[in-house]
């Protein structure tokens, strides 16, 4: 009797994975490892304004985990993330920054969280986040909530959708404060031109 | 006592006194210890920044692309083709992460961003922008409070909020919706983007470390820490990087590093140099092992003392201690020499010649006094040092020796030349006498073209590689100079940041005059209460129904919200205060620009490029201000040092001249005592003088120092207590041989304190020999 006790709690996390069926099979397909480009819809409602924001671009991911924004409308703007480095460059206001995102406080952490978003690299945040995940025919539909009893009381919850070939995907930030940040991708490019591109505009981003 | 208990008792002692040093001594190596005086306030200010000072505690790191290029692991195969800047960058942040785990640095950044702290301490000033909004609020007032640029504004604070910084913004923007708590901190934000906008095709790097600026064995273990994290890094790389590295503790561990050298080579070259002049003079092993056991005694005695009165021994006091072996070893020389001339038993030559032993004793320690009260801190050690050697070494010549020498056989050599040159000025004292006449009327004509040294750079070390790369690496940073600042000085907090808020409002127009590059003040950082009352006056009388309904209008023209930013406040009830700014992070901050004293507190408002002079005039009548420039201030003490040396010089000869007289009773046998030694000093002057030297308090004191120990020979030569001029002679040859074994090899020292008091000494002992049976007339056998 005791045995089979011992074995019912060694095998109970086990029968809890079964219980969220698919859930390491979409990890692993909303996350990119080669180049992809997409065209982007952002929308973001802030606090402090009174209607939300629209922007529109590209969006670039790189083999060694470089993201590119590139922001079209209502301004051209570039915003390069590369290993440890960020670098953005507004042409019409002329400002150029650069920094490492480690300095850069909590702009920096928000800016680490964007790319494991974007790059689909959830594994980095299955310590501080509760995954739930739905699959309705050919959309799915993955939603990240801060652990409970967390330090940071400003995480963002965090919802990603898309459908089985993983060209659109939609993803929504909420943070803490009621602010948001939802972004429409279509995934247009992928393979060696993206490369190519991503070096164009790293090159243009940090002003060489 | 018997001669076997005194031989036991030393023998007992001996070691435990060792022990006892070995227990209680802490050898010092900090070089601010041993040459920055403390004796007026400057000099305690100097020495407080040099210390402690956050600039002096900063490293300038550069990493730059180098020459050889291996292929590295497949992540930076990888990081190779981004492009040539880029993955400097990346190599720079990793770097950083790196750096930053070393347990002696307290922070590292780059140096074209702000450190994280600095950005979040910013933020806590947002609840007092009405109050610290700007250094002239008067003059601003029509600037930021002008109601037609609010809807731009508006406009502005929308941009931000959208941009990657829109978190730190909206932060600030909720409790000051004008943003008016940056405006302060502009002149901040524009340094860093003059050092990115630099160019210098390196990454630059601020490392800031957690020991003082001296302490060089720290700063040796770190530095090697950061070469040692650079290079696994660059290796992994495959070294396409290389790193240079600039900045105050760069220098203190190079001058550590050689002093170590001139410490072991000087005493090891002093002791084997004795050691032999010894072994030639008296060819007895036996011997030689009991007189350097009772100078390792007397060595030990003077380092406790030392050790107990300071609290420390300084590493540059046991080297130039190391040289008082051979001062100490003429007391033993003298006796031996009698002792072995004579075949006297050692405890009769011991007593025999006690008067003059201790009465050359007395005045050396008195020519060491009076370098102990010259104002240079680190000779004030070696005169408590010298004074308890000279006393053990005489006290153990006189009643321990002899017990230990009861054995030993004695051979005295005979030195050649000694007998001919005494005989040759009792031949031709006359004609020799007219010379020496001549020669000092001569060198009184010589000593106005005597030039004195101003620059006390000089007596640095040569650092010519150090200095190169230091500005090679300084190239790459638009940067503050560390050793040149504005120094403002009050009784009380609120008056010193008064005067430095008048500071920086003239370096503000001498900026735009373009005699200053930039300057890092303490506002907004520190404010008075009165610039923050001034503030607020015009923040509230600027507050108009006029103004707040065209800021509304603004916001609502940029698609900002009326409720979370329409609302402009009024001033905050109470001022900032400085022990609340104190007590946050921003400490840190401004730790490097105030130094509270016994007597008030001083700031320092650091510069960047700037014309000294001009910079100087352009603070003329600003209250409790003043340029201060480090070298200046050395270049003052260095002539300081030199006036007091000086003034040492003639009241130890007085000193040493008034005891002699106590013991001779004679006014005429006092002038011939003193005559060779005061002689020596007049034509080393004059050589000085016709070789162009420039002469330094340094040089001085090497000749106080020479004084003291030619007075010695002249006593001997006046006393011949063997009533044996020949032997006393050599005796005196003896101790000079010896004397200049010792200081000689201060010669080989890289430091240049040690080869000028080599040069001074040497020059000084041997001329004082020469000049003694020239002019004390040889007593009658």
């Known amino acids: 009797m005791k045995y089979g006790l011992w074995l019912l709690l060694a095998l109970w996390p086990v029968a809890g994975l079964a219980n969220e069926p698919g859930l390491a099979e979409l990890l692993g397909r909303i996350r990119h490892n080669g180049s992809a480009e997409f065209s982007y819809q952002e929308t973001r409602k802030l606090e402090l304004a009174t209607s939300p924001w629209s922007g529109r671009g590209m969006m670039l991911s790189g083999v060694d985990g470089s993201l590119i924004k590139l922001q079209l409308q209502p301004m051209r703007v570039i915003m390069v993330i590369t290993g440890q480095r960020m670098y953005y460059w507004d042409p019409e206001q002329k400002q150029r920054h650069s920094g490492l995102i480690g300095q850069a406080g909590a702009a920096g952490e928000e800016i680490t969280l964007f790319r494991f978003i974007i790059q689909g690299h959830t594994e980095h945040l299955q310590s501080t986040y509760d995954f739930t995940h739905q699959i309705r025919g050919k959309a799915w539909h993955l939603r990240m909530t801060p652990k409970p009893g967390l330090n940071d009381e400003n995480a963002p919850t965090i919802e990603i959708s898309g459908d089985e070939d993983n060209t659109k995907r939609q993803v929504l930030i909420r943070q803490a404060d009621g602010e948001s940040t939802e972004y429409q991708m279509v995934k247009t490019a992928e393979g060696p031109e993206v490369e190519k591109s991503i070096r164009r505009l790293l090159l243009e981003a940090i002003g060489d | 006592m018997s001669f076997v208990w005194r031989k036991r008792w030393f023998l007992l002692l001996f070691p435990l006194l060792l022990a006892a040093s070995v227990w209680q001594i802490r050898v010092e190596t900090d070089l601010n210890a041993f040459f920055t005086a403390t004796d007026n306030e400057d000099s305690r200010l100097l020495s407080a920044l040099l210390k402690s000072g956050e600039l002096s505690r900063r490293y300038l790191l550069v990493v730059e692309k180098g020459n050889r290029s291996n292929p590295g692991n497949d992540a930076e195969r990888n990081a190779s083709s981004l492009p040539a800047s880029a993955a400097l960058d990346a190599f720079s942040a990793k770097l950083v992460e790196k750096l930053a785990q070393i347990q002696d640095v307290e922070k590292v950044w780059p140096a074209n961003e702000p450190p994280r702290e600095w950005i979040d301490a910013i933020r806590t000033y947002a609840p007092y922008h009405a109050r610290l909004f700007s250094l002239n609020p008067q003059q601003d007032a029509s600037t930021l409070f002008d109601p037609g640029k609010l809807e731009s504004r508006a406009e502005g604070l929308k941009q931000a909020l959208f941009s990657p910084q829109g978190g730190f913004v909206k932060a600030i923007a909720k409790q000051d919706p004008l943003l008016l708590s940056l405006n302060g901190f502009k002149d901040m934000q524009n340094q860093f983007q003059r050092q990115a906008n630099l160019k210098s095709g390196g990454s630059a790097l601020i490392l800031q470390s957690r020991p003082a600026a001296l302490d060089s064995d720290a700063h040796l273990r770190l530095q090697a820490a ?412 260095a002539g300081q040092y030199r006036d007091r040396s000086l003034l040492m010089l003639a009241i130890g000869i007085a000193i040493m001249g008034l005891f002699i007289l106590l013991q001779q009773r004679n006014i005429r046998k006092v002038v011939l005592t003193l005559l060779p030694s005061v002689a020596s000093v007049l034509f080393i002057f004059a050589i000085w003088a016709l070789m162009g030297e420039e002469v330094s308090f340094l040089h001085v004191i090497g000749l106080l120092l020479s004084v003291s120990l030619c007075v010695d020979y002249g006593i001997f030569f006046m006393d011949n207590r063997g009533e044996d001029s020949d032997v006393t002679y050599h005796g005196i040859a003896a101790s000079t041989l010896t004397t200049l074994a010792s200081f000689g090899a201060l010669g080989l020292g890289k430091t240049p304190t040690l080869p000028i008091l080599a040069l001074s000494v040497s020059l000084g002992v041997t001329l004082g020999f020469l000049l003694c049976p020239l002019l004390i007339q040889k007593p009658a056998r």
Request: proline share 4%; with cysteine.
């Open chain 2, 226 to 637: 950061i070469r040692s994290s650079f290079d696994a890094l660059n290796q992994s790389a495959g070294e396409k990087f290389r790193l240079s590295m600039a900045g105050v503790p760069v220098f203190s561990v190079a001058a550590q590093s050689e002093i170590g050298r001139d410490v072991t080579l000087v005493s090891v070259v002093s002791s084997v140099a004795v050691t032999l002049v010894f072994l030639l003079l008296f060819r007895s092993f036996s011997a030689l092992h009991w007189v350097m056991m009772v100078q390792a005694a007397s060595f030990v005695l003077g380092t406790l003392a030392t050790a107990l009165i300071f609290g420390y021994v300084h590493s540059l006091t046991l080297a130039l201690g190391a040289s008082l072996i051979g001062i100490c070893t003429d007391y033993p020389i003298h006796v031996m020499v009698h002792c072995a001339k004579h075949r006297h038993p050692p405890l009769d030559a011991a007593r025999l010649l006690w008067p003059s032993l201790a009465m050359g004793g007395l005045t050396t320690i008195i020519g060491y006094a009076a370098l102990g009260l010259t104002g240079f801190p680190g000779f004030e050690q070696i005169a408590v040092f010298a004074l308890f050697s000279i006393s053990a070494s005489l006290a153990l010549t006189r009643w321990v020796l002899p017990a230990l020498l009861a054995k030993s056989t004695l051979h005295s050599a005979h030195l050649p030349g000694i007998a001919a040159w005494a005989g040759f000025c009792g031949r031709h004292r006359r004609g020799l006498l007219s010379l020496f006449a001549c020669g000092v009327i001569l060198a009184f004509f010589t000593l106005p073209q005597l030039r004195w040294m101003d620059d006390m750079q000089k007596l640095a070390m040569n650092m010519d590689q150090i200095k190169q790369q230091d500005a090679a690496v300084r190239a790459h940073f638009s940067s503050i100079e560390p050793g040149r600042f504005v120094l403002v000085k009050a009784d009380d907090i609120e008056t010193a940041l008064r005067r430095s808020e008048a500071v920086e409002r003239r370096l503000i127009t001498l900026k735009q005059a373009g005699i200053l590059s930039e300057y890092h003040g303490l506002f907004p950082w520190l404010a008075s209460q009165a610039l923050q009352a001034d503030n607020a006056k015009v923040y509230a009388q600027s507050l108009t129904p006029q103004f707040q309904e065209a800021w509304r209008a603004g916001l609502v023209k940029a698609g900002l919200s009326l409720d979370k930013l329409g609302g402009l406040l009024p001033p905050i009830a109470g001022p900032l205060r400085p022990e609340t700014v104190l007590a946050s992070p921003v400490r840190h901050i401004l730790s490097g620009q105030m130094i509270e004293g016994q007597n008030g507190i001083a700031l320092s408002i650091w510069l960047g490029e700037h014309d000294p002079v001009k910079l100087a005039e352009g603070l003329a009548g600003l209250e409790g201000a003043r340029y201060f420039s480090q070298k200046d201030q050395l270049d003052q003490l």
